[in-house]
């Protein structure tokens, strides 16, 4: 529990933090500012993909041999898969202002709200698969990694909870309405970390794979929304830079922690 604790709450807390930039700053964020953050978000995304979740998997995998790589692709596949299905099923704005999904008449606000919901959906996954293979002791994810993870998800939710409330106050809403609902946004994350422990009897035999899963679902996010954004127009420089930040911050974190 004392690990468990803080594993659920910190990714939250970052994108409550993040939500709280509504009462500091008076416009949206720059275009240079948001690249940057954004581009921060994909390297520390990718870099807790590779450490936290794919070589895991691929370590307790090894006695598959040579084949020790079956199920890290497989739930890579799967959690991708995955993604896209609720990427074209649940209707949400992109980042860059695009509708997708069915029932795009929804209200701007709802949708955007929406769209880190579902971008949270695979960290809160992440977060949980983690912190169960870290408490029952018997697997090769330690404590360590799994606050590590933990750590680099409430990181790179910080400019999440900014992108989203900052525009909710540009559409008329008031400064506490924004940050509750950029907050709230975030809520799906605890919630579904504390589901994937409490069903982690179920998920122990398969976690190479559910690991991998996880992994697949944020690098999806990655590569089909944060991505394009950080690098479509100008400033596309700052979001490089910012990739480059988050991924060796992430790194140097699991490597120095985990």
Same mark, same amino acid.
């Given at each position: 529990?004392?690990?468990?604790?803080?594993?659920? $709450?910190?990714?939250?807390?970052?994108?409550?933090?993040?939500?709280?930039?509504? #009462?500091?700053?008076?416009?949206?964020?720059?275009?240079?500012?948001? %690249?940057?953050?954004?581009?921060?978000?994909?390297?520390?995304?990718?870099?807790? *993909?590779?450490?936290?979740?794919? =070589?895991?998997?691929?370590?307790?995998?090894?006695?598959?041999?040579?084949?020790?790589?079956?199920?890290? !692709? @497989?739930? $890579?596949?799967?959690?991708?898969? &995955?993604?896209?299905?609720?990427?074209?099923?649940?209707?949400?704005?992109? $980042?860059?202002?695009?509708?997708?999904?069915? %029932?795009?008449?929804?209200?701007?606000? !709802?949708?955007?709200?929406?769209?880190?919901?579902?971008?949270? =959906?695979?960290?809160?996954?992440?977060?949980?698969?983690?912190?169960?293979?870290?408490?029952? +002791?018997?697997?090769?994810?330690?404590? !360590?990694?799994?606050?590590?993870?933990?750590?680099?998800?409430? =990181?790179?939710? #910080?400019?999440?909870?900014?992108?989203? *409330?900052?525009?909710?106050?540009?559409?008329?809403?008031?400064?506490?309405? !924004? &940050?509750?609902?950029? *907050?709230?946004?975030?809520?799906?994350?605890?919630?579904?970390?504390?589901?994937?422990?409490? $069903?982690?009897?179920?998920?122990?035999?398969?976690?190479?794979?559910?690991?991998?899963?996880? @992994?697949?679902?944020?690098?999806?996010?990655?590569?089909?929304?944060?991505?394009?954004?950080? *690098?479509?127009? +100008?400033?596309?420089?700052?979001?490089?830079?910012?990739?480059?930040?988050? &991924?060796?911050?992430?790194?140097?974190?699991?490597?120095?922690?985990?």
């Amino acid at each position: 529990m004392p690990t468990i604790l803080p594993g659920l $709450l910190l990714p939250f807390l970052g994108t409550t933090l993040g939500a709280a930039c509504v #009462f500091f700053i008076k416009n949206e964020l720059k275009a240079t500012v948001q %690249k940057s953050l954004l581009g921060f978000a994909s390297g520390v995304m990718v870099a807790a *993909s590779v450490w936290s979740l794919i =070589i895991p998997a691929m370590d307790m995998s090894e006695g598959m041999g040579k084949l020790a790589f079956v199920p890290a !692709a @497989a739930g $890579l596949l799967l959690g991708m898969g &995955f993604l896209l299905l609720l990427d074209r099923l649940v209707p949400h704005i992109h $980042l860059g202002g695009q509708c997708e999904g069915p %029932k795009c008449s929804l209200g701007k606000s !709802a949708m955007l709200i929406l769209a880190v919901t579902l971008h949270n =959906i695979p960290e809160g996954m992440a977060v949980g698969i983690v912190l169960a293979g870290a408490a029952d +002791g018997t697997t090769p994810v330690t404590t !360590a990694q799994a606050l590590t993870l933990a750590l680099g998800i409430a =990181i790179q939710n #910080f400019p999440e909870g900014a992108v989203i *409330s900052l525009p909710l106050k540009g559409e008329g809403l008031s400064r506490r309405r !924004a &940050f509750l609902y950029g *907050s709230l946004s975030g809520a799906v994350e605890p919630a579904g970390a504390a589901l994937t422990i409490a $069903l982690s009897a179920l998920i122990k035999p398969l976690l190479p794979y559910f690991l991998a899963f996880a @992994a697949g679902a944020m690098l999806y996010v990655v590569v089909e929304e944060l991505i394009p954004e950080a *690098s479509e127009g +100008g400033h596309s420089n700052a979001g490089v830079i910012g990739f480059a930040l988050g &991924f060796v911050i992430m790194m140097i974190l699991d490597c120095a922690l985990g």
